[in-house]
T-cell receptor
Framework: AQSVTQLGSHVSVSEGALVLLRCNYS??????LFWYVQYPNQGLQLLLK??????LVKGINGFEAEFKKSETSFHLTKPSAHMRDAAEYFC????????????FGTGTQLKVEL | KAGVTQTPRYLIKTRGQQVTLSCSPI?????VSWYQQTPGQGLQFLFE???????NKGNFPGRFSGRQFSNSRSEMNVSTLELGDSALYLC???????????????FGPGTRLTVL
């Protein structure tokens, strides 16, 4: 069975600082990995996804993530945080042949301070 | 293109009642998945429907059921509601290519169910 672990349920950064949200996965087969963002009272929006085409994945709003098989990690980064980045971020995994079943991490609440 | 719509957005029920939630996917999408989001358990997969057939099922009791219609709209039903069923229920649609795990899923805003 696949799973993801997000380290840090709350992360606080200053505006303009680097954002680093951590995600480690566990999977017996090559996974597909996703980062979603959820703003208050809204559904989830896809930031980016890893589908084995390239290990460094660029997404929307200036976010990117690097797939590291040796570390079983897929951390999300953004060079410079914006106030509008304050939201909850979820890492998720799905498997080939698994249809559209996503297994989510517990989420990381990102706070951006002036 | 219109996004995924869910109705109603908010719902209050009492224990023992049943409830039906509705989801209209993006036009052309044939896959609809349902997720439950709670503060304690996080986001959990309920089930997925593709072309009117349940393709995947999560680890939820039989009180949770769903169906999909020929126009891809989906409903989920929860019978004999319990306090613990209070949650945000999210619906997601995708093109749902068979066997492919990397389809982008587009989420609706959710239905907030409160069970008293």
């Amino acid at each position: 069975a696949q799973s993801v672990t997000q380290l840090g349920s709350h992360v606080s950064v200053s505006e303009g600082a680097l954002v680093l949200l951590r995600c480690n996965y566990s999977s017996s087969v090559p996974p597909y990995l996703f980062w979603y963002v959820q703003y208050p009272n809204q559904g989830l929006q896809l930031l980016l996804k890893y589908t084995s085409a390239a290990t460094l994945v660029k997404g929307i709003n200036g976010f990117e993530a690097e797939f590291k098989k040796s570390e079983t990690s897929f951390h999300l980064t953004k060079p410079s945080a914006h106030m509008r980045d304050a939201a909850e971020y979820f890492c998720a995994v799905s498997l080939t042949g698994g249809g559209n079943k996503l297994t989510f991490g517990t989420g990381t609440q990102l706070k951006v301070e002036l | 293109k219109a996004g995924v719509t869910q109705t109603p957005r908010y719902l209050i029920k009492t224990r023992g009642q049943q409830v039906t939630l509705s989801c209209s996917p993006i036009s052309g999408h044939r896959s609809v998945s349902w997720y439950q989001q709670t503060p304690g358990q996080g986001l959990q997969f309920l089930f997925e429907y593709f072309s009117e057939t349940q393709r995947n099922k999560g680890n939820f009791p039989g009180r949770f059921s769903g169906r999909q219609f020929s126009n891809s709209r989906s409903e989920m039903n929860v019978s004999t509601l319990e306090l613990g069923d209070s949650a945000l229920y999210l619906c997601a649609s995708s093109s749902g290519l068979a066997g492919v795990g990397y389809n982008e899923q587009f989420f609706g805003p959710g239905t907030r169910l409160t069970v008293l």
